[in-house]
């Protein structure tokens, strides 16, 4: 069982004020893996002071500097790619295979990304006399999610750095071992001392202590919408900036001109992916009522394919990531089936052959309505919802009728029906016929799936400050 007990402070490793631990499970044996120090709001000061003093530096290098060190990153992550894959297997669950395909190559793309990225950014323009800058904000605090932890450490330091911000890092206590790796990183790719900080520790002390601080000028976070609606409250006094990327409840409407066999199918997978523990997982399957008989049979076909199992193994999916977790997703289950809810596939319990860990059936149901609590909040595990429609417009009105707009997919074969379709939906990504992510298109929600965008040249926009300056080319106002 390994230590990380030490926090990252001013290019040190650190001893905590207090000797508190929290243990780091492993959702896949249920056994302690790693134990970390719960850190304090003193930590919090130590951090945010060594980040204030190196504000003062960092924040005047070049686009030169910034661009070397964030390749410097770049050739360090990639070295470490096989310690960050183990790592996030033990630390969330997630199979090895997946892991290695698209969990840590996340991080390496958002890295790429973000140097692309830098390389044509403006931070300034010229507006008649007047010049219009950008400039690096402040100190950042960053506070990451354990669904997919290195990529959203990656999507809010990166830019952190390349808009010339210094930080303070709180990853989730449920997966901190990728922290600790990519910590690591920073500290051999020569990340300035003060740069970047790393402390762990729970939301309601941490994650709290870091949205109130004063000397604390944004807040990125990424979880759920409840966490994300305290973070806001803790940090109102202060009038920092906030940035959220929250919850969602996709939908996913399969038009009648759509290929069903192969449009549920890839529905059915993309709900499934890492346990179902991912925010834009498209859980509302929208299909014509007249085809809904045959696109239940797709997916309990394409759903019962799914191996669960040992994620060190060749499962498809793994455990999810606590037991926490496991229960409420259970509670959500019977709850659906209790409210009328037809089910298809898979239900409470462990699966067939799994006697500990973590693990969820991959489930489906069918004969949802949207009022049903399984068509409205959002589940965060394996488990589908399939409703049906009469004609588009009911589509459109289904689809809205939720408090979250993260994201929504469409699929067709008219080009124009689709993309007429995309402009009603309220959410903030719209993927038509499968289309895969961008790492330079901007990702974020509508209401309560968050505020702020992430990615490419919008999410640099977050960690910088607009600065007009009159006057600047008075010959211009003499001509």
């Not at 500097?65 to 960050?84: P, T």
């Not at 090895?96 to 390389?119: C, D, M």
């Not at 409250?233 to 940035?243: D, E, I, L, Q």
């Not at 709850?335 to 489930?363: D, M, N, Q, S």
Request: charged share 20%; net charge negative.
């Amino acid at each position: 069982m390994s230590d990380h007990s030490k926090f990252y402070i001013a290019g040190k490793w650190v001893d905590p004020e207090k000797a508190e631990q929290i243990e780091v499970i492993n959702p896949a044996t249920e056994e302690v893996c790693s134990r970390i120090s719960a850190g304090s709001g003193n930590d919090v000061n130590r951090a945010v002071a060594a980040a204030k003093t190196a504000f003062a530096t960092y924040s005047q290098t070049s686009r030169a500097e910034r661009l070397d060190l964030l390749q410097c990153i770049l050739a360090e992550y990639l070295k470490r790619f096989d310690d960050m894959a183990k790592a996030v297997t033990m630390e969330m669950g997630a199979p090895v295979s997946f892991a290695r395909r698209a969990q840590v190559p996340s991080g390496t793309i958002h890295i790429k990304a973000g140097i692309e990225t830098l390389k044509a950014f403006k931070f300034e323009e010229d507006r008649g006399s007047t010049r219009v800058a950008k400039e690096p904000i402040g100190v950042c605090g960053l506070i990451t999610p354990w669904n997919w932890p290195i990529c959203q450490i990656v999507l809010k330091v990166v830019p952190a750095l390349a808009s010339g911000c210094t930080m303070v890092l709180k990853p989730s206590e449920e997966s901190p071992l990728s922290a600790y790796i990519w910590t690591e990183i920073m500290h051999t790719a020569g990340v300035p001392p003060g740069v970047f900080n790393m402390i762990n520790g729970t939301g309601p002390v941490v994650g709290a202590a870091i949205a109130s601080h004063p000397g604390i000028d944004m807040v990125s976070f990424t979880g759920s919408t409840r966490a994300g609606v305290e973070v806001a409250r803790n940090a109102a006094a202060t009038v920092k900036r906030v940035t959220q990327e929250l919850g969602g409840k996709s939908p996913n409407i399969i038009l009648e001109g759509a290929d069903l066999e192969s449009a549920v199918r890839a529905g059915v997978r993309s709900v499934m992916l890492n346990s179902g523990q991912s925010c834009d997982a498209p859980t509302r399957m929208l299909v014509p009522a007249k085809k809904i008989a045959e696109a239940i049979k797709i997916a309990k076909d394409a759903a019962e394919a799914i191996a669960v199992g040992d994620p060190n193994g060749n499962a498809t999916i793994g455990p999810v990531v606590n037991k926490t977790q496991w229960e409420r997703i259970q509670h959500l289950i019977a709850t659906g089936i209790r409210e009328g809810a037809a089910l298809v596939t898979g239900g409470i319990g462990l699966p067939i052959g799994l006697t500990r860990g973590f693990y969820v059936k991959p489930t489906v149901f069918a004969n949802v309505t949207n009022d049903m609590t399984i068509a409205r909040e959002e589940v965060f595990g394996p488990v589908l919802s399939i409703l049906s429609y009469e004609n588009v417009e009911e589509a459109v009105e289904i689809a809205n009728d939720t408090e979250y707009g993260l994201a929504a997919c469409i699929s067709g074969s008219d080009l124009h029906e689709i993309r007429t379709l995309a402009k009603k939906l309220r959410a903030g990504q719209i993927s038509i016929n499968g289309s895969g992510g961008d790492p330079f298109a901007p990702f974020g929600g509508y209401k309560l799936s968050g505020n702020g965008r992430e990615v490419g040249d919008y999410g640099f926009h977050e960690y910088l400050e607009t600065k007009t300056i009159l006057g600047y080319t008075p010959e211009q106002v003499a001509r």
